[in-house]
């Protein structure tokens, strides 16, 4: 089970942290990733966070490298995303993502490659 929640309405250039607290999966070696989908469009990547024995790995979409944050919290089991310096065009509804092991890039970057969703939390920026 993944709960994601943090969304809401923010000005550009402002900040939000979003939230998913994973329930009930294995922590071993799994990848966890944040996609976002803006109306009309397509489920797109945006970061992730790749646990395997030990190590850690933190990849990002060019859009939004250098502005957000993603970072875990095991004693939680919860998966963070900070974003600073919105801007309208990250307007969405934010998903985090689950998959069981150490995915490569490639493989992040796509939506089916994870077994379970968060009900998804909306972000809005105003220009």
């Known amino acids: 089970q993944l709960q994601a929640f943090g969304g809401g309405t923010v000005q550009a250039g402002g900040s939000l942290r979003l939230s998913c607290a994973a329930s009930?999966?294995?922590?071993?070696?799994?990848?966890m990733a944040w996609f976002r989908q803006a109306s009309g469009n397509d489920r797109e990547f945006v970061a992730a966070?790749?646990?395997?024995?030990?190590?850690?790995?933190?990849s990002y979409s060019d859009s939004v490298k250098g502005r957000f944050t993603i970072s875990r919290d095991n004693a939680k089991n919860t998966v963070y995303l900070q974003m600073n310096s919105l801007k309208p065009e990250d307007t969405g509804v934010y998903y985090c993502?689950?998959?069981?092991?150490?995915?490569?890039?490639?493989?992040?970057?796509?939506?089916?490659?994870?077994?379970?969703w968060g009900q998804g939390t909306q972000v809005t920026v105003s220009s």
């Open positions: 966070f790749r646990w395997n024995r030990g190590n850690t790995h933190y």
């Open positions: 009930g999966i294995g922590l071993s070696s799994y990848t």
């Open positions: 993502g689950w998959s069981e092991g150490g995915l490569i890039v490639s493989v992040q970057k796509i939506p089916r490659s994870y077994k379970y």
